[in-house]
Nanobody, 119 residues
Framework: QVQLVESGGGLVQTGGSLRLSCQAS????????MDWYRQAPGKQRELVAT?????LYADSVKGRFTISRDNAKNTVYLQMNSLIPEDTGVYYC???????????????WGQGTQVTVSS
């Protein structure tokens, strides 16, 4: 079983910064992609950034957010700068990983961490 633990959310003013972390633990053979999603109140969950064989960002966060990963720690980070109220939401970590070499890739989600940006 794979578990994801997120941290780093909180309340910040417009223009501020936060750094989210998500550490995967348990039986992990390999991790292909590590992503950050967010869900604002009343809206669908959306992809914010992904890192694997390439790195991609949602247009709304390009130039402000940076995703990175530490493979030795099975951890993915999201550095969020120049935050605006529209960035408010619950941020979820997701990974695509294999627990053993001979099993299919599975999707795992974190529990979510709240980010609130005040105007």
């Amino acid at each position: 079983q794979v578990q994801l633990v997120e941290s780093g959310g909180g309340l910040v003013q417009t223009g501020g910064s936060l750094r989210l972390s998500c550490q995967a633990s348990g039986n992990i053979f390999s991790i292909n992609y590590m992503d950050w999603y967010r869900q604002a109140p009343g809206k669908q969950r959306e992809l914010v950034a992904t890192i694997g064989d390439r790195t991609l960002y949602a247009d709304s966060v390009k130039g402000r957010f940076t995703i990175s990963r530490d493979n030795a720690k099975n951890t993915v980070y999201l550095q969020m700068n120049s935050l605006i109220p529209e960035d408010t939401g619950v941020y979820y970590c997701r990974i695509l990983a294999k627990e053993f070499y001979n099993v299919p890739i599975r999707t795992y989600w974190g529990q979510g961490t709240q980010v609130t940006v005040s105007s």
